[in-house]
Each structure stands twice: as structure tokens, then as C-alpha cells.
């Protein structure tokens, strides 16, 4: 037998832990979430077009890091309703 959070468990039953990683210590998390916010917002952008925004994307993830989303679309076009 083995202890497990201070209590004993039965011989090859494993302890099972689960970490949780708010900010992006253990894993870069940051990165996919901003690729996603670009990929959210690029048909809003003043210059999107198909070949213009993977040249975009690097510099806009690294300007927009940490921003919350709202602040994001400060950038975008504005829409007009006809």
C-alpha cells in the first residue's frame, strides 16, 4: 500500500493529479489565443486581404499580447448598416 493525499491506497493504484495553468507558466497558452483573436478580427481589419494578413498576424499578436478582447477591435473598420 501507498499514501495518496494522506490516505492510503491499494497497491498499483496510482495517484492522479491535475494542474491547472492560468498563466501560461507550464504552457504557452498566450500564443494560440492570440492566433485566434487575429483570426477573429481579420475580416474586420482597415488592410485585410487574403495576402496581406499572414504578413499581419506576427506583429498584431505581438502588439495586441495581453490586451483584453475588446480592445482588440478598437482597430477594426468600423461597419456601416445599409
Given at each position: 500500500?501507498?499514501?495518496?493525499?494522506?490516505?492510503?491506497?491499494?497497491?498499483?493504484?496510482?495517484?492522479?493529479a491535475?494542474?491547472?495553468?492560468?498563466?501560461?507558466?507550464?504552457?504557452?497558452?498566450?500564443?494560440?489565443?492570440?492566433?485566434?483573436?487575429?483570426?477573429?478580427?481579420?475580416?474586420?481589419?482597415?488592410?485585410?486581404?487574403?495576402?496581406?494578413?499572414e504578413?499581419?498576424?506576427v506583429?498584431?499578436?505581438?502588439?495586441?499580447?495581453?490586451?483584453?478582447?475588446?480592445?482588440?477591435?478598437?482597430?477594426?473598420?468600423?461597419?456601416?448598416?445599409?
Open positions: 500500500m501507498g499514501i495518496c493525499l494522506g490516505k492510503r491506497r491499494p497497491a498499483g493504484q496510482k495517484c492522479i491535475i494542474l491547472f495553468d492560468f498563466d501560461g507558466t507550464i504552457g504557452n497558452t498566450e500564443t494560440p489565443a492570440m492566433e485566434v483573436a487575429f483570426w477573429e478580427i481579420a475580416p474586420y481589419l482597415v488592410k485585410a486581404d487574403g495576402g496581406a494578413l504578413e499581419m498576424k506583429p498584431w499578436m505581438q502588439n495586441n499580447a495581453g490586451k483584453a478582447f475588446e480592445f482588440m477591435l478598437e482597430v477594426t473598420k468600423p461597419t456601416t448598416n445599409t
